[in-house]
């Protein structure tokens, strides 16, 4: 098990004294270690097999500085690390990738301004989208914000939404853990938000679907585990064990505000937030003025959402898993949960 078996060469070959190298063989791509070009533009090991390749890394790679990792090479910018830490007075690019790849990334250190700027970032719109979110990035913008506002629905799009930041979510979170962050999410009817989302995915073109057709899809998709999505979206707690249903959350009013752990939450009602401009720009400090944008309704598929949303039902074992799931409870009335079986129940 472990090195002996994944690493053969280490049966023949002289280990050398340095503290990270299981760290290093832990992080080892083969495949990149034989195909880089390490030496001026050259590819000088594709004639090793995998094991020779680690006995190379082990007996002199290391020592030579080469790059070991395809994904810890791609992030690394050489000028923006040379410039974050010059107190490592790195004297070139080159240097900057090697102490990355065997130091920086194991020190914790940031490769690239990607990263910095989003572990910079104070104001997260993290939420389930279709539920305003992009009007509320436009006013903080136009307010005259100049960092970056994180925003992402799933801590899965994180990835695909900041593909050059090196860090995860939680990471960020647990690098800010000290700091404040203001975190900003809305809620909505599930079915409301389900068929709105199906509206808006980008891989699918619902505009050249009948209403038949459009309604069959959204049906198999409410009937779906997908639905579990939105019913159980608060369960990552913000990387910070914050749980909104420990919190009262101020039905009539439409928002909430939430403080734990060096995080201010913001959780407002979409249906409210057009009177919630003055909540909202007070939690920001910022003088918002919000606009709508990228609305479902003002689409060219408008017409088919509109009958959808004024038409759609399911059955009714479905639709009271929804209304007596604890994200409705939470943030519904009793008479408008009645009002939510009603309108969707078959």
């Known amino acids: 098990m472990g090195f002996r078996e994944s690493v053969p060469s280490?049966?023949?070959?002289?280990?050398?004294?340095?503290?990270?190298?299981?760290?290093?063989?832990?992080?080892?791509?083969?495949?990149?270690?034989?195909?880089?070009?390490?030496?001026?533009?050259?590819?000088?090991?594709?004639?090793?097999?995998?094991?020779?390749?680690?006995?190379?890394?082990?007996?002199?790679?290391?020592?030579?500085?080469?790059?070991?990792?395809?994904?810890?090479?791609?992030?690394?910018?050489?000028?923006?690390?040379?410039?974050?830490?010059?107190?490592?007075?790195?004297?070139?690019?080159?240097?900057?990738?090697?102490?990355?790849?065997?130091?920086?990334?194991?020190?914790?250190?940031?490769?690239?301004?990607?990263?910095?700027?989003?572990?910079?970032?104070?104001?997260?719109?993290?939420?389930?989208?279709?539920?305003?979110?992009?009007?509320?990035?436009?006013?903080?913008?136009?307010?005259?914000?100049?960092?970056?506002?994180?925003?992402?629905?799933?801590?899965?799009?994180?990835?695909?939404?900041?593909?050059?930041?090196f860090f995860a979510y939680e990471e960020v979170m647990a690098r800010n853990a000290d700091k404040p962050i203001r975190v900003i999410s809305g809620v909505r009817d599930p079915f409301e938000r389900l068929i709105s989302g199906f509206y808006q995915s980008p891989i699918q073109d619902p505009s050249e679907w009948s209403v038949e057709a459009a309604t069959k899809k959204i049906r198999a998709m409410v009937l779906s585990p997908h639905r579990r999505l939105i019913l159980d979206w608060f369960d990552h707690g913000y990387c910070r064990e914050l749980d909104v249903y420990a919190h009262p959350f101020d039905v009539e009013a439409g928002f909430g505000v939430y403080e734990e752990h060096h995080l201010r939450l913001f959780v407002y009602r979409h249906d409210r937030l057009p009177r919630l401009v003055g909540e909202l720009s007070r939690f920001v400090d910022l003088d918002l003025s919000l606009e709508p944008v990228n609305r479902t309704s003002d689409k060219e598929n408008a017409e088919s959402f509109a009958t959808i949303m004024r038409t759609a039902r399911f059955p009714g074992s479905v639709v009271e898993e929804v209304v007596t799931s604890r994200y409705v409870r939470h943030f519904f009335t009793g008479r408008e949960i009645d009002a939510m079986r009603a309108r969707w129940a078959e």
């Not at 065997?102 to 490769?111: A, C, F």
Request: hydrophobic fraction near 40%.
């Open 10 to 165: 280490l049966n023949r070959v002289n280990l050398p004294r340095c503290g990270r190298l299981s760290l290093w063989l832990r992080h080892f791509d083969v495949d990149f270690y034989r195909t880089h070009r390490h030496r001026d533009g050259v590819a000088d090991l594709t004639d090793l097999g995998s094991d020779d390749l680690f006995a190379h890394f082990i007996e002199r790679g290391w020592a030579e500085g080469r790059s070991y990792n395809r994904v810890l090479h791609a992030f690394i910018d050489p000028a923006f690390y040379v410039s974050r830490y010059p107190e490592l007075e790195i004297e070139s690019p080159e240097a900057a990738v090697r102490h990355w790849m065997y130091d920086g990334y194991y020190e914790g250190r940031v490769p690239n301004a990607a990263s910095q700027h989003v572990l910079d970032s104070r104001i997260h719109l993290y939420q389930m989208g279709k539920v305003g979110s992009k009007a509320i990035e436009a006013a903080i913008y136009a307010a005259g914000h100049e960092s970056l506002v994180l925003h992402f629905h799933w801590p899965s799009d994180f990835v695909a939404t900041y593909p050059d930041c």
